[in-house]
């Protein structure tokens, strides 16, 4: 196993930033959680036209805090054998490429949910962090697999 490192990536500098050789630790991405809590921002306009939406808004507010929160805590990171999360120094989950039997990342234009499945298990993961380096390394890491095509 590796360990992570503790660095932060100065404004401008890449996106994926490498935690030990051969191995590239993700920046973290807040768009899926902002726009989470905007979407509940904007339900609170319709309150007259349904009182269900003040909850629907406030549910949304509370998950897209929850979804800022695991951005600025978790961190994935791509060695050469295996998928590892991280919160902070602790290593939370691995998950080995050769168990992996397919994947996804959902809406391209508009990356919100990366899918896998492994030999046991189906996993839904939101996009918290950098969309296009995940990608990069999901292909790099798993060139094996072709992704889950669209349904």
């Not at 808004?57 to 999360?85: H, T």
Request: aromatic fraction near 12%; charge should be neutral; hydrophobic fraction near 45%.
């Amino acid at each position: 196993m590796t360990s992570p490192t503790n660095s932060t990536n100065p404004p401008g500098s890449s996106s994926a930033e490498p935690s030990s050789p051969g191995s590239v630790k993700l920046a973290p991405s807040f768009a899926v959680p902002l726009g989470v809590s905007l979407l509940g921002a904007l339900c609170l306009p319709l309150q007259p036209s349904w009182g269900g939406f003040r909850w629907l808004a406030l549910v949304l507010v509370l998950f897209g805090g929850f979804l800022l929160l695991q951005a600025r805590l978790l961190r994935l990171e791509f060695n050469d054998d295996a998928l590892l999360v991280w919160r902070g120094d602790t290593e939370i989950r691995c998950f080995p490429y050769a168990t992996w039997l397919s994947w996804r990342v959902f809406w391209p234009g508009l990356p919100v949910l990366l899918y896998f499945r492994e030999e046991r298990s189906i996993h839904l993961l939101p996009v918290l962090f950098d969309p296009t380096a995940l990608r990069e390394q999901l292909e790099r890491h798993l060139a094996h697999l072709a992704p889950t095509p669209a349904p």
